[in-house]
C-alpha cells in the first residue's frame, strides 16, 4: 500500500479511530493505577505506561488471533482483572511522602499495572485494530503511535476528574469486573463444554464480575480499617 495513496491515509485513520473508540476501559485503568501518586509521579506513569502498552499491542496484534483460540486464557485473564480491580479499589493514594526509592517503587508498580491490565482487556481489542490495518505493519506501528498521546490525554482528564469525584474510581473497577465476566464466559474453553452463551447470560456475568470487585474491595477495605493501627 503506497504511502501516497488515499487507501493508504484512510487505513491509516481507521486504526487510529478504532484504537481510541476501544481504549476508553485502558484510559481507566492508567488513570486508576496514577491516582495513589504523588502529583510529580503521576503524569510519569501515564507516559511510560501508555507508551508501554502501545508497544506492547503492537506486538500482541500480531499474535492476538492465535492466541484467543488458546482454552483458559480469557477465563486466567478475567481473574487477573479481578484481581487488578479489587488492588486498585483498595489503593488509598499513599506515597505523597518518603524518599526516592519509595517513589520509584510505586511508579514502577503503576507501570506493571498498567502493563498487565492492558495486555489482559486488549486481547479482543486489537483483532479490530488488525482488521484495520489489513496486515500492513507500518500502518498497525503509525496508527498505534498516533494513538499515545489521544489515550495520556484520556488518561489525565480521568485523572482529574476522579480527584473531583471519587465514585468514579469505584465505577472504573466495576468496569475492570465487568469486562472480566465478560472474558470468562467467552473463554474457548466455556465455548467447547455450553456452546455460544446468549448475550443476555453475558451480560448477566459481566454484572456478576462487576458486582463482585466492587463488594470484595469494600468489605476488604472495612476489615482493613477495622483493625486497629
Do not use: C
Request: charged share 15%; no cysteine.
Amino acid at each position: 500500500m503506497d504511502f501516497t495513496s488515499a487507501a493508504f491515509w484512510a487505513a491509516l485513520g481507521s486504526i487510529i479511530w478504532v484504537n481510541i473508540l476501544l481504549s476508553g476501559d485502558n484510559a481507566v485503568v492508567i488513570a486508576l493505577a496514577a491516582r495513589g501518586l504523588p502529583p510529580h509521579q503521576q503524569k510519569k506513569a501515564i507516559f511510560f505506561g501508555s507508551a508501554a502498552a502501545i508497544v506492547m499491542r503492537i506486538v500482541l496484534t500480531l499474535i492476538a488471533v492465535e492466541m484467543l483460540k488458546w482454552p483458559w486464557l480469557k477465563i486466567v485473564g478475567g481473574v487477573l482483572l479481578v484481581y487488578i480491580g479489587v488492588s486498585l479499589l483498595l489503593e488509598e493514594g499513599e506515597g505523597e511522602e518518603g524518599d526516592g526509592s519509595t517513589e520509584n517503587t510505586g511508579l514502577l508498580a503503576a507501570i506493571r499495572t498498567i502493563l498487565v491490565a492492558d495486555l489482559v482487556m486488549s486481547l479482543d481489542n486489537v483483532l479490530a485494530v488488525a482488521a484495520a490495518a489489513k496486515g500492513n505493519t507500518v500502518l498497525l506501528v503509525l496508527g498505534l503511535a498516533i494513538s499515545i498521546p489521544l489515550i495520556i490525554f484520556g488518561s489525565t482528564l480521568l485523572l482529574k476528574v476522579m480527584e473531583r469525584f471519587p465514585v468514579i474510581i469505584t465505577l472504573g473497577a466495576a468496569l475492570l469486573g465487568w469486562l472480566a465476566g465478560e472474558m470468562i464466559l467467552t473463554d474457548p474453553a466455556v465455548v467447547a463444554r455450553f456452546g455460544e452463551l446468549p448475550h443476555t447470560t453475558q451480560y448477566i456475568g459481566a454484572a456478576i464480575g462487576a458486582a463482585l470487585v466492587v463488594g470484595l474491595g469494600l468489605f476488604i477495605k472495612k476489615r482493613q480499617q477495622a483493625v486497629p493501627a
